[in-house]
């Protein structure tokens, strides 16, 4: 097979077709200190400043040497945007959701919520990333996924509580934010000119919530909102998945990103022939914690048990060694000059 470009190797293997090896696009949030003194930028100006995110980003690929960019890195543009008020943090600390005003009963979509807050400012983002790339580089963007941004509007105990106490309304309420966020969010960014989107939605762990309420809560939010996204999308949810990987079966996700908890043969013999697998090296105790003989060795075992795309479990922790992640980056590649 001839050379792969980064991009196409990446879109082949979320159509499930055939490729020469793993993929390694830069694919999670990477608030990385050791990136930002070398580069000279920093959060929050990472997070709220066009060019600093765009410069940020393309660091990922021109200075690490990921086969991509990605962008942005922290997740709490839509419910700042929608109302709820942002913890800022800090230069290793990430921009969180501090206050939970609503309930699914007041909340209502601010017809321009688009316009506000920091979501023009990422939108703007995305397209100058797309303007310095080539046509060989893929640029991947993220939307919150519904029931996190449940629980970022309402507040997790809340949301959850309304599961079991009012589940019309609440399956009301996730419809909406379906329907009015995520698949307006996703195809801006689309439109932007992002190749392909990641969904993160933690709180739809079954560490958090059981099998049959992701059934019936949550996997039809996913059929809906996958149909109407007009590019590749792939799901991402932390912790331990494993009891709903039948559950994914059909959603209509190009790929499934998942944590170290999961086991990359449960996943691959589950979904392997209907979805890319993406990750899963332990974000802590390899990748932040471990030597480089560490990475290489959980990266060889994640490729030959069939990971499609090499990626961290989660996001990268802030003071993750930047060594180890190009020992990640080398692993994939077969590189040793990176």
Do not use: W
């Not at 419910?79 to 290793?92: E, S």
């Not at 762990?205 to 809560?217: L, N």
Request: with cysteine; hydrophobic share 40%; proline share 7%.
């Amino acid at each position: 097979m001839k050379e792969l470009s980064y991009k196409e190797r990446f879109l082949r293997l979320l159509r499930r077709e055939p490729v020469d090896r793993v993929a390694i696009p830069s694919f999670c949030t990477h608030p990385l200190v050791e990136l930002m003194d070398q580069t000279g930028l920093s959060a929050p100006d990472i997070h709220n400043k066009r060019d600093d995110m765009v410069n940020f980003a393309l660091a990922m690929y021109e200075i690490l040497g990921f086969e991509g960019v990605r962008l942005p890195t922290d997740g709490a543009f839509e419910a700042q945007a929608l109302g709820c008020a942002i913890d800022p943090g800090t230069k290793d600390r990430n921009p969180t959701v501090a206050q939970h005003p609503f309930t699914i009963n007041t909340f209502e979509i601010p017809d321009d919520f688009m316009t506000r807050e920091r979501i023009p400012i990422y939108l703007e983002a995305v397209k100058s990333v797309r303007n310095k790339l080539g046509d060989d580089i893929p640029a991947t963007a993220h939307f919150q996924g519904p029931m996190t941004l449940a629980c970022h509007l309402v507040g997790s105990e809340n949301f959850l509580l309304g599961l079991v106490e009012d589940k019309e309304g609440s399956k009301k309420f996730l419809e909406t934010i379906v329907d009015r966020v995520c698949i307006k969010m996703a195809n801006e960014l689309s439109s932007a000119g992002a190749d392909v989107l990641m969904t993160p939605d933690p709180l739809s762990s079954s560490d958090i919530i059981s099998p049959s309420m992701f059934d019936e809560f949550i996997r039809p939010c996913y059929v809906r909102m996958f149909e109407k996204i007009a590019c590749p999308v792939v799901l991402h949810i932390c912790g331990n998945t494993t009891p709903i990987l039948p559950l994914l079966k059909g959603i209509g996700a190009a790929g499934f990103s998942f944590d170290v908890t999961v086991n990359v043969l449960d996943a691959k013999k589950i979904l392997g022939t209907e979805m890319c697998l993406i990750g899963n090296i332990s974000t802590t105790e390899t990748l932040l914690k471990g030597s480089r003989e560490d990475v290489r060795r959980e990266c060889l075992d994640a490729i030959r048990n069939g990971i499609d795309v090499l990626a961290p479990s989660c996001g990268f922790a802030p003071y993750t060694p930047l060594e180890n992640i190009r020992e990640m980056i080398r692993t994939a590649t077969g590189s040793s000059d990176i």
